[in-house]
């Protein structure tokens, strides 16, 4: 593999206990290209800007996808990645259905481990730190012809992170008008344009004093499938209820890992629909105790409120939230 270092490093300009995610990158890229079939070895080059062509398809016909990840350092400054064969996996199923080329095994992980050696001292130790990392491929090929591109180009670069809210409270709408996803579309996909699709309706219930939105089926709206950048737990009674993955829905990573943890807890998890009349009523009875999102960037991340049709429904504080619990022993 080609490396090229950089010639002089960033890390002193960064304040790492005042980091806004996504905005600060480390030194190095990795990058490989697909043409003729194949892709290259890849290599390793100083991060920054680079050059493409206008008419490269990602533009015009949005082939794109991508992933994240996280790296840890231990106390023994061990850096530790958290379940990237899920993600690797991920990745390629994402670009089954974008018609993007599935990347090879030993191209991703070796561009991967790689990049975290020369860049391992942008991850900190520490509750709470962690380097954010951006696999992503998009169509490079110079062409406004409506179809698969015939050349791509993967890339992955990295963050230094801490949690993504903070402390912050989080207030989410329950959508009743937009869709994030329909049946037998790219739901299941980390395609970029199902993100961009979200900002709208996302930036209307934000002016609203909302964080996010809980996405409900595209059919009637009445089935809860996931939020923003979360899967979604609810806790009612002393059973968790998370709503199945399907087509439409992202098999989140943090979410395995949950239920997985839940389980070995004796903590009852039922992966099935549920309903916003069910999600209501649990509410008025008493019953609906907590109400948590997973994901990468947000680790386990804690709701105290949603709205619904201009009624906003705050839930109580718990001593001993399953919540807490879970993420400390992510």
């Known amino acids: ?55 490269a398809r990602v533009f015009h016909y949005g082939q794109a996808i991508f992933e994240g990840m996280k790296c840890y350092k231990s106390d023994k400054d061990s850096l530790i990645l958290f379940r990237p064969d899920e993600n690797f996996k991920r990745f390629n199923k994402s670009s089954d259905r974008m018609a993007i080329p599935k990347i090879n095994k030993d191209v991703f992980f070796n561009g991967l481990n790689q990049l ?59 959508e009743e008008k937009y869709s994030r996803a329909a049946r037998g579309g790219v739901g299941y996909a ?25 996405w409900t089926d595209s059919n009637n709206h009445k089935s809860i499938e996931e939020a923003g950048t979360m899967n979604l737990f609810f806790r009612i009674k002393n059973k968790l209820i998370t709503s199945p993955v399907s087509d439409s829905i992202l098999d989140g990573i943090t979410r395995k890992s949950i239920i997985e943890l839940a389980r070995n807890f004796n903590i009852e998890v039922e992966e099935r629909p549920i309903t916003i009349d069910e999600l209501l009523s649990s509410f008025k ?25 201009n009624k906003d429904y705050n839930i109580p504080d718990l001593e001993n939230p399953f919540s807490l619990k879970l993420k400390k022993l992510r």
């Open 116 to 174: 975290l050696k020369l860049d391992c001292e942008w991850v900190k130790k520490g509750d709470g730190n962690a380097l954010y990392i951006r696999p992503f491929v998009f169509a490079s090929e110079p062409s406004i012809n409506a179809s698969e591109a015939d050349e791509y180009i993967f890339m992955i670069i990295c963050c230094p992170s801490k949690s993504y809210y903070g402390d912050k409270k989080i207030s989410v709408k329950i």
């Open 285 to 309: 009875n008493g019953y609906l105790k907590e109400i948590f999102g997973s994901g990468t960037a947000v680790v386990v991340l804690p709701i105290h409120s949603f709205g619904y049709q």
């Open 1 to 55: 593999m080609k490396i090229v270092l950089s010639k002089k490093s960033k890390i002193g300009n960064v304040d790492f206990e005042n980091l806004e995610f996504g905005k600060i990158f480390t030194d190095h890229i990795f990058v490989s290209k697909f043409s003729n079939g194949k892709w290259t070895d890849g290599e390793i080059m100083p991060y920054g800007d680079f050059l493409i062509s206008p008419s």
């Open 190 to 214: 980390k395609a970029a344009g199902n993100y961009a699709a979200q900002f709208y309706p996302t930036l209307l219930a934000k002016k609203e004093g909302y964080q996010q939105i809980i």
